[in-house]
């Protein structure tokens, strides 16, 4: 059976070898890059701008940052049908092909990351490997959380106040350079459709920078919703052990903290989101003013085959509801999760729009075909292919999250 059989429906006139061949898994692809891309620079706009009211998310959207970069490859490594080849990318990287610059620019942003988190947590490490050096009888897990930050200090147990001055240094100068690189890191997605002459739907310069401005949304969006989550589940243990413990925090007074978080946070998502949606609709009017070879397909695609995906979903749901929500005053977190999570759908239904709807249309000009997403897996192939895998892939980076907040406390290192 040829790849995408399955999943493909056609319509009218479509020549016998034309299938809907990039399915769920490459929508997820610039959707996970474009999530590190804005966590990262969401964690940069305390470390270099020097913005104090977000201290305490810059370092949670850092690690965050580095748990999702773990899984921003793997939807492409899944989706192609020979993933061994992946590996390609990685160890022979050059400048010739997009795809391949990935390579140098993955490894590169990772480096960056790993550096800032280093120099960010190295004061914990130390003083967590220290007390562990000196006691004598060790159970097997503290031998263990041993050997784990011993190994992460390096070697390096200067904590003096002149040897952290030089390490906030460091960390202000590597979220600097680490901005245009993660930039560069889902701008480079959008480059490759771009640059795809033989789709007039995907062909525009302004298709990396509206990938970039897209994924600051995101990035920002699913940051500040899993800090609103992570924050009211230590309400609840902050509430249960103060029955227990009256001297512990206040219910209010973490409230108080999550708010002023939460409001000048999402003023920063209004003014990436008014760039994301100022660039489409420019591509968009423009595209129709100028009426460009295949503008007719384009028309009937754009405004009748995904009218519903394009205008409902992603603008109006995804981007004029959610815009309105944080442009109210008086902000509340029930209505901040409300318009989050319509941003974060906004987002992907712009990569949604942009694979899917990019390959409606067939060459014929003359005929359509539509992606069915397997929702009810039968084999491995309609698994990685459909819900199934898309799902697994978006929750893998909170399972990451998880684990590395128990190296990396993204609240401070106060016990």
């Not at 970069?69 to 061994?84: K, R």
């Not at 490894?107 to 220290?130: D, P, Q």
């Not at 423009?286 to 295949?294: E, L, Q």
Request: glycine share 6%; proline share 4%; aromatic share 16%.
């Amino acid at each position: 059976m040829v790849h995408g059989e399955i999943w493909t429906l056609k319509e009218l006139f479509v020549y016998p070898n034309e299938y809907i061949y990039w399915s769920i898994q490459i929508v997820m692809y610039p959707f996970m890059t474009g999530l590190v891309a804005g966590a990262f620079v969401l964690s940069s706009l305390y470390h270099v701008f020097g913005i104090k009211e977000l201290k305490d998310i810059a370092r949670f959207a850092l690690v965050f940052s580095f748990a999702l970069l773990f899984a921003a490859p793997i939807p492409i490594v899944l989706h192609i049908q020979y993933p061994f080849r992946s590996m390609n990318v990685f160890l022979t990287p050059h400048f010739t092909s997009a795809i391949a610059t990935f390579g140098i620019v993955f490894f590169s942003y990772g480096a960056i990351v790993a550096s800032e988190l280093w120099f960010l947590y190295r004061k914990h490490f130390v003083e967590v490997s220290l007390p562990l050096k000196e006691k004598k009888d060790k159970t097997l897990l503290e031998w263990i959380k041993f050997v784990i930050f011993r190994t992460l200090t390096l070697g390096v147990y200067d904590i003096s106040e002149e040897s952290l001055k030089r390490d906030e240094k460091a960390i202000k100068i590597l979220a600097g350079v680490g901005i245009p690189v993660a930039c560069f890191l889902h701008g480079y997605a959008g480059f490759i459709f771009g640059s795809v002459k033989a789709n007039a739907l995907w062909m525009t310069p302004l298709m990396p920078v509206i990938f970039i401005m897209s994924a600051i949304v995101s990035g920002i969006a699913l940051c500040l919703l899993t800090y609103i989550i992570v924050m009211e589940i230590r309400k609840i243990k902050v509430k249960v052990k103060s029955l227990r413990k009256p001297w512990m925090p206040k219910l209010e007074d973490v409230k108080g903290i999550e708010m002023s978080v939460i409001r000048i946070t999402a003023k920063y998502l209004l003014l990436f989101m008014m760039f994301a949606i100022t660039l489409e609709l420019l591509d968009l009017v423009f595209r129709g003013y100028t009426a460009v070879k295949h503008w007719d397909i384009l028309r009937t695609v754009i405004y009748d085959k995904e009218f519903t995906n394009i205008f409902i979903l992603q603008y109006g749901m995804g981007t004029l509801i959610p815009f309105i929500i944080f442009l109210v005053p008086g902000l509340t977190i029930k209505r901040a999760v409300v318009g989050l999570v319509l941003a974060l759908m906004g987002v992907f239904m712009m990569r949604w729009n942009v694979v899917i709807g990019g390959q409606a249309f067939s060459l014929t000009l003359s005929g359509y075909m539509e992606y069915v997403m397997p929702i009810i897996p039968h084999d491995w192939e309609t698994f990685k292919e459909g819900l199934g895998g898309a799902v697994s892939i978006f929750i893998l980076p909170f399972a990451l999250f998880w684990v590395f907040a128990k190296i990396f406390p993204v609240f401070g290192t106060d016990k």
